[in-house]
């Protein structure tokens, strides 16, 4: 049988999630990937053991040029509902902190889970199979042709599943974007996000700081989080630096708080007061990593001054800087390291209810093509179950 009642492209996330429910609801569906096995970037999600959701999962940790229109997918699959299906198939899990919800095991537990319940359900894969061309029949009886390495395959409707692009080596391609652009959709600018920035060693001075990890705060237009920060050899990465890339764009600075919740300026007043005669670079060490103390305070002390010669006025200004330290990345890394593609498919061109393209009845765009991109923790995945699980209510 090669006409389906839904073809969904993308063996993914939003996919299995998607041909879950919609072929809960009776519908044959086909499930077509081009990579050999499904569910490939779960697998690696998590450093491999998948941060699946975040039990605060809501509106306000995504980005989209509409924040409003994830609101309903969202009400309607809370983290609790993908908890449910865990606990269902007996999938020990552990909150590791703020809510985001990890596998104990393994990210293989859920790909397992997706396809045990797509089996079910009566869903047929075709791995490793590759569209070649994708012809629209509009008219009440729409019709989606699919010519692939694999044969011809029609359907009624037609889901897009296909992810973002970050990382190609495991199968991520621009494939959903151009089939939007195929049905002449607007696409909100892509960029990698949830990425590490590089930095130029010239004017930061920060490579020799390679390895070094610490708790910051790290602001990005106006947005600000605080988590841990890694130096690297190419910039800055680390949960702070990859949340801060979701908001960045070309020549804008980044504000690093190194000492976050910390008055430094009254610490060393206090010092001060006591008749410390240690070197600022020396105290600050107390504070934060050596190395990291000596590049801090190499250009406002230069020279080895104990602290009872230094004024409280020039104190204050590098306490000051300590707090909002400007640099201006040259970049991010890219989509080969980024967790996620930023932009997408312009939600004014879908339903928030069903993901259903407005001028393409039977044309549905879920998870991570979609221009709407979630914070680090557990949200993107819950994006994908949650338009996943929207589109497969209606399809
Ligand atoms: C290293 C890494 C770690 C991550 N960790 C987390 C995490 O812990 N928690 C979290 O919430 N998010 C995480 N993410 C993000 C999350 O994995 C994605 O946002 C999510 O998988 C997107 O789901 P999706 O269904 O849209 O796409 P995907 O899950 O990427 O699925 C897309 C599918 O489409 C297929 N495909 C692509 N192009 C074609 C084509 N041309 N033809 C046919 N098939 C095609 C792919 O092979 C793939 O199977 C991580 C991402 C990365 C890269």
Known sequence: MNHYDVIIIGAGASGMMCAIHAGARGRSILLLDHAAQVGSKIRISGGGRCNFTNSGASAAQYLSNNPHFCKSALSRFPAESFVDMLKKHGIPFVDKSKGQLFCKNSAQDIVTMLKDECDQVGARFELSCEVEKLVHSPGPSARFHLTTNKGEFSSASLCIATGGLSIPKIGATGFGYEIARQFGLRIVELAP???????????????????????????????????????????????????????????????????????????????????????????????????????????????????????????????????????????????????????????????????????????????????????????????????????????
């Open 193 to 395: 996000a949830l990425d590490g920035f590089t930095l130029n060693p010239a004017t930061t001075g920060f490579r020799e700081l390679t390895g070094i990890s610490l708790d910051c705060g790290v602001t990005c237009r106006g947005v600000s989080f605080r988590e841990a920060l890694l130096f690297t050899h190419q910039g800055l990465s680390g949960p702070a630096a990859l949340q801060a890339s979701l908001y960045w764009r070309p020549g804008d600075p980044l504000f690093i708080d190194f000492l976050p919740m910390h008055n430094t300026f009254e610490w060393f007043i206090r010092k001060k007061k006591v008749g410390n005669r240690g070197t600022v670079k020396n105290l600050l060490a107390e504070l934060l990593p050596t190395r990291l103390a000596e590049r801090l305070s190499q250009t406002d002390f230069s020279s080895p001054v104990p602290l009872p010669q230094v004024s409280e006025k020039t104190l204050e200004n590098f306490c000051r800087k300590l707090h909002e330290w400007e640099i201006t990345p040259t970049g991010t890394v890219g989509y080969d390291k980024a967790e996620v593609t930023r932009g997408g498919v312009d939600t004014d061109e879908l339903s928030s209810k069903t993901m259903e393209c407005k001028k393409v009845p039977g044309l549905f765009f879920i998870g991570e093509v979609v221009d709407v991109t979630g914070w680090l923790g557990g949200y993107n995945l819950h994006w994908a179950w949650a338009s996943g699980y929207a589109a497969g209510l209606s399809l």
